[in-house]
């Protein structure tokens, strides 16, 4: 059974969302239950019920899965081998990680970088199974450049993040900078940052206002998409930026790989399980100490990357100014990502639990 905020439009809930549909591609019968968001909904809505012993996969990061468990019905907790499916961007985990971890009987991560993290909190315990992209890899809309209100002719950089995944950890300022140093105010160079949550965040959302400037070439989308509208946006990209301080997977970047969209990325991190120096631009970084003005992405001795803008300024004049060299780029990167990407982590778990014995009543 696979549980979490499947509805959301969130990380955790499009993994959950790749999960349902991975488990069906591999012929495993699967029950999901949307629980929302565990802290703020009410009754968690009824299931359909699932076999009994059926393991139960919880989309729920550590902190918040004792309160999640409270609020599902005892029945579909009670007899259950409990997975916990969590996502984290630093190289150590937190304190209070510590305590959701002793409900689970193992850990399922999204990459070899978060279960790094995650061992010493259940030792010999933690699986890595990536998201199953293969199974619904992105499909854009008919949406083109010009309902973007971007030019056909110019080379266009997209940087997608949401402020609330941390303003400090997505580094926009450092994309911001490495961009203007490529480019200047040249204006058949023009870089879209597409940004979510806002409202949310004001003192963020001025700071990269601030950090914009007057630049003439540099434009800020802020409206909520839908799903196919928003991969439509991404395949209107020539290239797409991640100078990330750390990921704990790399949604966007995996996302443009499987668009065959040239991506250049920090060198560091969960998404350097699917990419490669021959798949993607890597921007080389130096390892600084993790300080999170929000206090969210902290634990003690955790580290993140610092990447060489100026490294990123000259890929980027390289990429914009050589077309055959993004287009093979993005083919590269579309091959690797999806050879990456695959059924294959999420085949072996479910061999490892042995799921073939459980059939719907």
């Known amino acids: 059974?696979?549980?979490?905020?499947?509805?959301r439009a969130s990380g955790l809930g499009e993994v959950a969302r790749l999960m349902l549909r991975g488990l069906e591609a591999l012929g495993v019968p699967a029950w999901q239950l949307d629980i929302g968001t565990p802290v703020s909904r009410g009754e968690a809505p009824a299931a359909t019920?699932?076999?009994?012993?059926?393991?139960?996969?919880?989309?729920?990061?550590?902190?918040?899965?004792?309160?999640?468990?409270?609020?599902?019905?005892?029945?579909?907790?009670r007899?259950?081998?409990?997975?916990?499916?969590?996502?984290?961007?630093l190289p150590v985990a937190p304190k209070d990680w510590r305590a959701g971890a002793r409900f689970v009987h193992e850990a399922w991560a999204l990459s070899g970088f978060t279960a790094a993290a995650l061992e010493p909190l259940l030792p010999g315990r933690v699986r890595v199974v990536t998201p199953p992209f293969t199974v619904a890899p992105p499909v854009p809309s008919r949406l083109d450049r010009a309902?973007?209100?971007?030019?056909?002719?110019?080379?266009?950089?997209?940087?997608?993040?949401?402020?609330a995944s941390s303003f400090e950890r997505k580094n926009p300022l450092g994309a911001i900078r490495a961009f203007r140093d490529a480019f200047g105010a040249r204006a058949d160079r023009i870089l879209v940052l597409?940004?979510?949550?806002?409202?949310?965040?004001?003192?963020d959302y001025v700071r990269l206002r601030q950090a914009m400037a007057d630049a003439p070439n540099i434009r800020i989308e802020t409206r909520t998409l839908p799903p196919a509208d928003n991969h439509a946006l991404t395949a209107c990209a020539d290239i797409v930026l991640s100078l990330h301080r750390s990921e704990g997977f790399?949604?966007?970047?995996?996302?443009?790989?499987?668009?065959?969209?040239?991506?250049i990325a920090t060198a560091w991190s969960g998404n350097m399980d699917f990419m490669?120096?021959?798949?993607?631009?890597?921007?080389?970084?130096?390892?600084i100490p993790a300080q999170d003005p929000r206090r969210v992405f902290e634990a003690p001795g955790a580290v993140w990357a610092e990447p060489d803008t100026a490294m990123a300024a000259a890929q980027l004049r390289q990429l914009a100014d050589n077309p055959d060299s993004r287009i093979g780029l993005g083919r590269r990167g579309r091959?690797?990502?999806?050879?990456?990407?695959?059924?294959?982590?999420?085949?072996?778990?479910?061999?490892a639990l042995g799921l073939g014995r459980f059939h719907p009543e």
């Open 335 to 351: 091959a690797y990502a999806a050879d990456r990407l695959g059924l294959g982590s999420l085949a072996a778990a479910v061999r």
């Open 79 to 89: 007899g259950r081998r409990l997975i916990g499916y969590w996502a984290w961007e």
């Open 250 to 263: 790399g949604l966007v970047a995996a996302e443009a790989m499987l668009l065959a969209r040239p991506v």
């Open 276 to 287: 490669n120096d021959t798949s993607a631009a890597l921007v080389p970084a130096r390892l």
């Open 194 to 203: 597409k940004v979510t949550n806002p409202d949310d965040f004001r003192a």
């Open 49 to 77: 019920r699932p076999a009994p012993a059926a393991p139960l996969l919880i989309h729920v990061n550590a902190p918040f899965l004792p309160l999640a468990l409270l609020r599902l019905p005892r029945g579909m907790v």
């Open 1 to 7: 059974m696979v549980t979490g905020e499947i509805s």
């Open 147 to 163: 309902a973007f209100g971007l030019p056909q002719e110019a080379v266009i950089v997209l940087v997608s993040f949401s402020l």
